[in-house]
Nanobody
Framework: QVQLVESGGGLVQTGGSLRLSCVAS????????MGWFRQAPGKGREFVAG????????TYQDSVKGRFTISRDNIKNTVYLQMNGLKPEDTAIYYC????????????WGQGTQVTVSS
């Protein structure tokens, strides 16, 4: 089992920045990669960014490229999402997720943290 706890959400104005953190515990050594997802009101959950635990390979949704940066600290078992240039359309609940294999689904999820960007 893997447990995930997010923090760092809040209210920010357009153009502002926030850094989300996700601390993993449990079988952290078995994690293949971790990702950030988000769900806006009335919309489905969407992938935002991901990073592999060992090599640190990253992937991003096109709409956040150049504005968001995902990183990891394996000593602290923590993944970060630095969000710059925030826009109102970034408003959502942000979830951290983990999976144990490259082809598997994200089977472990945090409780989510709210990010609200005011115009």
């Amino acid at each position: 089992q893997v447990q995930l706890v997010e923090s760092g959400g809040g209210l920010v104005q357009t153009g502002g920045s926030l850094r989300l953190s996700c601390v993993a515990s449990g079988r952290t050594g078995d994690i293949y990669d971790m990702g950030w997802f988000r769900q806006a009101p009335g919309k489905g959950r969407e992938f935002v960014a991901g990073i592999t635990r060992n090599a640190g390979f990253t992937t991003y949704q096109d709409s956040v490229k150049g504005r968001f940066t995902i990183s990891r600290d394996n000593i602290k078992n923590t993944v970060y999402l630095q969000m710059n240039g925030l826009k109102p359309e970034d408003t959502a609940i942000y979830y951290c997720a983990a999976r144990l294999t490259a082809l598997g689904g994200y089977g472990y999820w945090g409780q989510g943290t709210q990010v609200t960007v005011s115009s």
